[in-house]
């Protein structure tokens, strides 16, 4: 079975930090590229950060840029969101997806599998 495993979500005190997982399963990550997202209550799914299959290009929202990082390891199948500094309004479920587009994109609609999510609750 094809699956996107996202771990490392949890309660942090603003300020702090935490680094979120995404693991593949069933499937490498290797040829794909991928994006973290996010959704709070009452808002649309927003693009974070997204990473070439190779690595070598990364984007990120304006948002948390400059606080986040995304990185891959393909050896372990997997891909990595470090957020710093992390601030109330970073509160969301997390979600990190699969492209196929051969353009990095931050487009969710660009986007063809998705895992379950990981919730990051930002609060003293």
């Known amino acids: 079975q094809l699956q996107l495993v996202e771990s490392g979500g949890g309660l942090v005190q603003p300020g702090g930090s935490l680094r979120l997982s995404c693991v593949a399963s069933?499937?490498?990550?290797?040829?794909?590229?991928i994006g973290w997202f996010r959704q709070a209550p009452g808002k649309e799914r927003e693009g974070v950060s997204c990473i070439s299959s190779g690595g070598g290009m990364r984007n990120y929202s304006d948002s948390v840029k400059g606080r986040f990082t995304i990185s891959r390891d393909n050896a372990k199948n997997t891909v990595f969101l470090e957020m710093n500094s992390l601030k109330p309004e970073d509160t969301a479920v997390y979600y990190c997806?699969?492209?196929?587009?051969?353009?990095?994109?931050?487009?969710?609609?660009?986007?063809?599998?998705w895992g379950q999510g990981t919730q990051v609750t930002v609060s003293s």
């Open positions: 069933g499937f490498t990550l290797d040829n794909f590229a």
């Open positions: 997806a699969l492209s196929t587009q051969m353009a990095l994109t931050s487009d969710p609609s660009d986007y063809d599998a």
